[in-house]
């Protein structure tokens, strides 16, 4: 790997799975191949990729509820001095109730359904049977970077905790703790595609055997058994993304033109990429154009100067207000 700085891949994790989550938005849903349809060499000027719409009609370079339930677990970490469930429970509610414009089932009916913290997502799974959703992996980047500093052990824990708030199902925990050591092993330098294998030792053994096959070299998204709207395929296409892109732009393009629930498996895959190619790597077009307010939780709008601070802030830096360059 190139030697850079770790706060350049803290940067790059963050911002990364912000522009992936905006980027992939106006393609949400739809079928392959639309991002390459419309953007068939690299857009620069004016009007970049970053175009907006979709079915929510989002705004260029807008994020989704991808990183705005990021951003509150950010702030639930660095304010709480770490993780504490009930508070980061009762911040996702505060958020659910301010009628965010996207929101996934499975977390609507998680955060609205009144239990308490230690309960709801547990006993909506045991109703349902269905809690595998990728909802849980999509808002992670913030925790795997505040606890990669902690160890292997520490940062998968930490993972299956924030997931369970939400989540029931524990596969999808065990999806959130691989991402977590992948995200550790990339920041401190490392190859994450390489720390695969390591991190699928410590799941749990009901679940090795699944995770295995999404993380396998050979594995590609046509092998995928359910959509991408579920944690195996996302994570695994993610993966398989940036094994086969050659820089950020190109992993994005691998991962939107796959269709299906693209603004979530761009922001998977940005945080990774983001973590290995770093802040540098990212397009300036891009990285300049993502913003976006977190609902239920003010009017303060989110750009590139606010993100990077946050970055740092999680990677144990005193939070200073810089510009970009």
């Keep these: 790997m190139t030697p850079m700085h770790r706060s350049h891949r803290v940067a790059g994790a963050l911002v990364g799975s912000a522009v992936g989550d905006a980027l992939g938005a106006p393609f949400e849903f739809g079928p392959p191949g639309q991002f390459s349809a419309r953007f068939p060499v690299p857009a620069r000027g004016a009007t970049t990729e970053m175009c907006g719409g979709?079915?929510?009609?989002?705004?260029?370079?807008?994020?989704?509820?991808?990183?705005?339930?990021?951003?509150?677990?950010?702030?639930s970490l660095l304010e709480r001095d770490g993780l504490d469930e009930a508070d980061l429970f009762a911040r996702f509610v505060r958020w659910a109730e301010a009628?965010?414009?996207?929101?996934?089932?499975?977390?609507?009916?998680?955060?609205?359904?009144?239990?308490?913290w230690d309960a709801a997502a547990a006993e909506h799974f045991a109703r349902s049977g269905h809690a595998a959703g990728n909802g849980s992996l999509m808002r992670t980047t913030p925790a795997a970077i505040i606890f990669s500093r902690g160890g292997t052990e520490a940062t998968m824990d930490a993972a299956r905790r924030i997931s369970s708030l939400t989540h029931g199902d524990p596969a999808a925990g065990e999806g959130c703790a691989i991402l977590h050591e992948l995200m550790r092993v990339a920041l401190d330098g490392g190859d994450p595609l390489t720390a695969a294998p390591s991190a699928l030792a410590l799941v749990a053994d009901e679940h090795r055997q699944r995770w295995a096959t999404v993380m396998e070299p050979s594995w590609t998204p046509a092998d995928a058994t359910e959509s991408n709207g579920a944690v195996w395929p996302t994570l695994g296409q993610a993966v398989w993304a940036l094994r086969h892109g050659r820089d950020f732009a190109e992993v994005m393009r691998l991962v939107i033109d796959l269709g299906g629930d693209t603004d979530t498996v761009a922001c998977v895959a940005g945080g990774l990429a983001g973590a290995v190619i770093g802040m540098g790597g990212i397009p300036m077009r891009w990285s300049s154009a993502v913003h976006g307010r977190v609902p239920g939780f003010g009017d303060k709008r989110w750009g590139l100067a606010?993100?990077?601070?946050?970055?740092?802030?999680?990677?144990?830096?005193?939070?200073?207000?810089?510009?970009?360059?």
């Design 54 to 75: 979709g079915s929510v009609g989002w705004e260029p370079g807008e994020f989704t509820d991808d990183t705005q339930l990021a951003l509150i677990v950010a702030s």
């Design 99 to 116: 009628e965010p414009p996207d929101i996934g089932n499975q977390t609507r009916a998680v955060l609205r359904s009144g239990r308490p």
């Design 306 to 325: 606010d993100l990077q601070e946050l970055a740092a802030a999680l990677d144990g830096k005193p939070l200073v207000h810089y510009s970009p360059a």
